[in-house]
């Protein structure tokens, strides 16, 4: 009874070993067994998911950002028109002035004295005039008087000829054309000193407009921003050869001019009111403008476009030389294939895309840019409507890998309702 008691034991022992062999061989065997679903990849637990974005058509804005500079909207070096001492100076660096304000005044005696004869000059003018009119009144009368006594005696002597001599009456018509021709001289005389008159007044307008010249005055509303003269000090005139130092110079800064260089690739582009948005790096400010102006040619040293845009400064509290970050809008693009600017990768002067093909394999292709906004790039080359393309932590993905793509809204292209 005992043998068969173990001898049971022993079988029931080697039944429950195959048993859990037989377990463990099928557990393996699962694990290694290809899954259908994932038509023959792989295990679908170890594909890595991928974010894609479809290639759209969209409309890109194209943008640029760049740094501005800030420059008065006008500025001046306000110079002497003739030589002369300075006699007072009311204005330094700093100050606030006004249009028409004086700024400073010169001392120019050799000036007053050619004002002084020139006002003479145009008493002597009229008194000469005067002189010349009483000229005139006298010989025409002595005129008068003479034509008058010869045309008597030519009546005389056709009632009664023989009764004058002929010499009286030569001598009466000789004294008539004489005092004529008298009359004659004296009222060129009078236009000679009329127009001695004039001469004599344009002299003095000249020199009156020299001296007005000795009052320095402000243009327009601005800032003083550099003082070259000090009381007593002589100034040449600006428009000699010497090219002497100004005596102020002065900025209109209630209105600044921003002034940003625009690259050559996107120079033709720029327009007239074009937006834009400013921030200033020194004082925080954010704001939006638009351009006023731009030079419609390229600087030929930095292949770049000046363009301006007017920033009203009613405080003064922006600053010639003050620096600014620009982004500005420079035209648009409708209804070009566009990516998700976080799907492209560039470097040595190239643009790639990682692309998921219907297989859901990745493929590194080259494509080529174009108009690109904050959001989107534009592709040129390289891509079709409908292709899918890896957004984000590209460099997790190698070309051939399998991947499972995930179409996320938030990463897709966004702008289909611009």
Not at 60 to 77: C, H, K, R
């Amino acid at each position: 009874m005992q043998v068969r008691r173990q001898h049971k034991l022993l079988v029931l022992g080697i039944v429950v070993l195959f048993l859990i062999v037989g377990f463990m061989v099928a557990r393996r065997a699962r694990a290694g067994a290809p899954n259908t679903a994932s038509a023959g990849h792989g295990d679908l637990e170890h594909i890595p998911y991928a974010a894609v974005a479809p290639v759209k058509r969209e409309a890109i804005a194209t943008s640029l950002s760049i740094a501005g500079q800030f420059v008065p909207y006008q500025n001046v070096e306000l110079h002497a028109k003739v030589a002369g001492y300075i006699r007072n100076i009311n204005v330094d660096i700093g100050d606030r002035v006004h249009k028409g304000q004086l700024l400073a005044v010169l001392e120019i005696p050799e000036l007053m004295a050619q004002v002084d004869e020139a006002k003479a000059s145009v008493h002597h003018a009229e008194e000469e005039i005067q002189r010349a009119q009483s000229d005139v009144s006298r010989t025409e009368a002595d005129h008068v008087a003479l034509h008058a006594n010869a045309l008597r005696l030519v009546n005389t002597d056709k009632a009664r000829p023989g009764l004058i001599a002929q010499q009286e009456l030569d001598d009466a018509n000789a004294k008539d054309r004489a005092s004529e021709a008298q009359v004659d001289a004296t009222k060129s005389a009078l236009a000679a000193a009329r127009q001695q008159l004039q001469v004599a007044k344009a002299n003095q307008q000249h020199y009156a407009a020299l001296s007005d010249y000795s009052r320095i005055v402000a243009p327009y509303d601005g800032v003083v921003t550099w003082r070259f003269s000090d009381t007593g000090a002589l100034v040449q005139a600006g428009t000699s050869n010497t090219s002497g130092l100004p005596v102020v110079t002065l900025a209109q800064v209630d209105v600044l001019r921003l002034r940003i260089p625009v690259p050559e690739s996107l120079a033709a582009k720029v327009r007239v009111g074009d937006p834009a948005e400013v921030h200033v790096q020194a004082t925080g400010e954010h704001f939006t403008g638009n351009v006023a102006r731009f030079t419609d040619a390229l600087d030929p040293s930095t292949r770049t476009m000046q363009v301006e845009i007017d920033v009203p400064n009613p405080n003064y509290h922006l600053q010639p030389g003050m620096y600014a970050d620009v982004t500005l809008a420079a035209g648009r693009e409708a209804n070009v294939l566009a990516v998700p600017v976080n799907a492209i990768q560039r470097g040595h002067g190239s643009a790639t895309v990682l692309l998921v093909d219907s297989q859901n394999r990745v493929e590194k292709r080259e494509v080529r840019t174009g108009a690109e906004d904050g959001n989107k790039v534009e592709v040129v080359a390289g891509l079709s409507e409908g292709d899918r393309v890896i957004i984000g932590n590209l460099v997790s993905y190698q070309p051939g890998q399998l991947v499972r793509p995930k179409e996320s809204a938030q990463l897709t292209v966004d702008g289909g309702g611009e």
